[in-house]
């Protein structure tokens, strides 16, 4: 396999990534869920593809030797203030995929967990309350009034 072929699969699966982001439509918390997820996978794949290509412009540049003679000596400098600017780029893509993980995380504290918390608190409160009930055995009873003890 060349790197030309890794390097269609690569941008294949990143557009394959932004497409599915593209075709998602907010009407679920599963929707949500998959937009976080697909986020941080297009996060993660930036990071890492921009941060190796920041890491191969600085050993380039670093190599390269101009006519001045200046640049023999601070090539090495320089290329890392070049591929300083990429890494940046790669701190912002890591950060663009963490964004997705806490967006859900979020709306999970402030929106699933409270609804959870409701529910749980409204069947807690049926069960305590006294009241009238048809059809219910009483506590400690064998049953309804006419139906046989078995013996």
Same mark, same amino acid.
């Given at each position: ?14 557009? $394959? +990534? %932004?497409? $599915? ?17 697909? +986020? /941080?996978? %297009? ?18 540049? *670093?190599?390269? /030797?101009? @006519? !001045? !003679? ?7 400098? /320089? *290329? ?13 893509? @890591? ?6 993980? #806490? ?8 929106? %699933?967990? =409270? ?5 749980? @608190?409204?069947?807690? &409160?049926? &069960? ?6 048809? &059809?219910? @055995? =009483? #506590?400690?009873?064998?049953?309804? =009034?006419?139906?046989? /003890?078995?013996?």
């Amino acid at each position: 396999m060349s790197d030309s072929d890794s390097g269609e699969k690569l941008g294949s699966n990143l557009s $394959q +990534l %932004i497409q $599915q982001l593209e075709k998602i439509e907010f009407a679920t918390d599963r929707d949500l869920y998959q937009y976080a997820r697909i +986020l /941080r996978a %297009i996060g993660l794949e930036l990071h890492m593809r921009i941060g190796m290509d920041a890491d191969m412009v600085g050993a380039i540049l *670093s190599q390269y /030797r101009g @006519k !001045w !003679w200046t640049f023999g000596a601070q090539s090495k400098i /320089r *290329s890392k203030l070049v591929s300083a600017h990429l890494k940046g780029g790669a701190s912002a893509a @890591k950060v663009l995929g963490l964004s997705g993980v #806490k967006m859900y995380a979020s709306f999970v504290k402030h929106f %699933i967990q =409270p609804e959870i918390e409701a529910e749980r @608190k409204a069947r807690e &409160g049926k &069960g305590s309350k006294p009241g009238f009930s048809i &059809g219910d @055995k =009483p #506590k400690g009873a064998a049953g309804r =009034p006419g139906e046989g /003890r078995a013996a």
